[in-house]
């Protein structure tokens, strides 16, 4: 099992960056595929990024595509989420997510993942 914990969210402006990180616990991070989701107020949770454990795979979700660049250090068992031109919409709590299931595609992850942050919350001022 891996523990998950979210670091880098708050306010930030309309068109702005912020980056996540998330720090994973055991020593068996490099073999878990990562990921985020986010929940928006009233919303259901939503997929934002994946990163399978060989890097050789990144999906987004179409919604931050091209804003959004997920990516993982082994080294450093942290995984990473670059949030660019942000917009009021991206206003959200984000979870980091690791699963131990191995796919080729990062796509598979988009159905869900086995282990979870507690979240960090992203506010967007428009």
């Known amino acids: 099992q891996v523990q998950l914990v979210e670091s880098g969210g708050g306010l930030v402006q309309a068109g702005g960056s912020l980056r996540l990180s998330c720090a994973a616990s055991?020593?068996?991070?490099?073999?878990?595929?990562m990921g985020w989701f986010r929940q928006a107020p009233g919303k259901e949770r939503e997929f934002v990024a994946a990163?399978?454990?060989?890097?050789?795979?990144?999906h987004y979700a179409d919604s931050v595509k091209g804003r959004f660049t997920i990516s993982r250090d082994n080294a450093k068992n942290t995984v990473y989420l670059q949030m660019n031109s942000l917009k009021p919409e991206d206003t959200a709590v984000y979870y980091c997510?690791?699963?131990?299931?191995?796919?080729?595609?990062?796509?598979?992850?988009?159905?869900?993942?086995?282990?979870w942050g507690k979240g960090t919350l992203v506010t967007v001022s428009s």
């Open positions: 055991g020593r068996t991070f490099s073999t878990y595929a």
């Open positions: 997510a690791a699963d131990s299931r191995i796919y080729s595609s990062a796509i598979n992850y988009a159905r869900g993942m086995e282990y």
């Open positions: 990163i399978t454990w060989s890097r050789g795979s990144t």
